[in-house]
């Protein structure tokens, strides 16, 4: 299973670079626009959280790691060297009640949550993993 | 895809507004500069956005959205949506909002509704 790996600087302006990475590890699978559309919006949600929460006011790096099993199996792991954030662990936002009166926030963690169809997080030494996967 | 934003005063302090493109972490402040100045310069009570040339929104374009609905409520005014294609109403659909948002398939359910909001101010 061949591995794809890009490091780039942890800012939103490195979002194209990410997707066409992601893209072109995902051939020769064609996913479906839906698929597609949902991998793109958790990357970019991904993304966000790394330059606001793990990077907060300062610049880093990611790193990404692409696989494709013959499954149809591709999982995403990105890694920061920023401040420990655990997403799984972000409360969800308060989706109950009329919206005018809710939070705003935490939504896109939210929908990184039920957008893939596997999520893991784990902190080594000085870096925070999270591995998304999707079926294609 | 960058995101352009069009604007059309149906009546006084009522507006639809037509975003074209992708509503993401990019490009959700043309959305969100656009908004601000018909609050502040057209006196925006009511805005419509035809959501019909939006293909992709992220938390960020969602954000615009939520924000702009709690600060026209707060007014006395509203936001309605209209147009929404499967992927965009999927994603309100994710985090629950659906349900608080007045969504319209057509112009003339709009104007309908309009129509009813006039009365209610004319009579009370």
Redesign the interface.
């Known amino acids: 299973m061949a591995i794809h790996s890009l490091e780039l600087p942890a800012t939103l302006s490195s979002l194209t670079t990410l997707e066409n990475f992601v893209r072109q590890a995902m051939e020769p699978a064609v996913p479906s626009p839906d698929v597609f559309r949902d991998i793109r919006l958790v990357l970019e949600e991904l993304l966000v959280n790394i330059v606001f929460y793990a990077y907060p006011g300062e610049g880093g790096k990611v790193r990404v790691e692409c696989s494709l099993d013959p499954g149809g199996k591709l999982c995403i792991r990105l890694r920061d060297w920023g401040i420990p954030f655990n997403p799984l662990e972000y409360p969800p936002p308060r989706l109950e009640g009329d919206m005018a009166e809710r939070e705003i926030g935490g939504l896109g963690i939210h929908l990184v949550k039920q957008l893939a169809h596997e999520i893991r997080y784990f902190r080594q030494e000085d870096s925070n993993v999270l591995t998304v996967c999707f079926q294609l | 895809m960058p995101l352009t934003v069009t604007s059309m005063e149906k009546q006084p302090g009522v507006f639809v507004v037509s975003p074209y493109g992708s509503l ?3 490009t959700h402040t043309v959305l969100e500069r656009k908004i601000d100045f018909l609050a502040r310069e057209g006196a925006a009570k009511v805005i419509t956005l035809d959501m019909g040339g939006v293909d ?1 929104i ?3 374009g ?2 615009v959205v ?2 702009t ?2 600060e026209l ?2 007014r006395g005014g509203a936001l309605v949506m209209m147009n929404l294609k499967p ?1 965009i109403k999927r ?1 309100f659909e ?4 659906l349900p ?2 007045q969504i319209f398939s057509s112009l003339q359910e709009l104007d309908d509704y309009l129509t009813e909001m006039q009365r209610q101010v004319v009579h009370g």
């Open positions: 993401d972490t990019n992709y992220s938390s960020m969602v954000r939520l924000k609905k709690k409520s707060r992927q994603v994710i985090i629950n909002a608080t948002l």
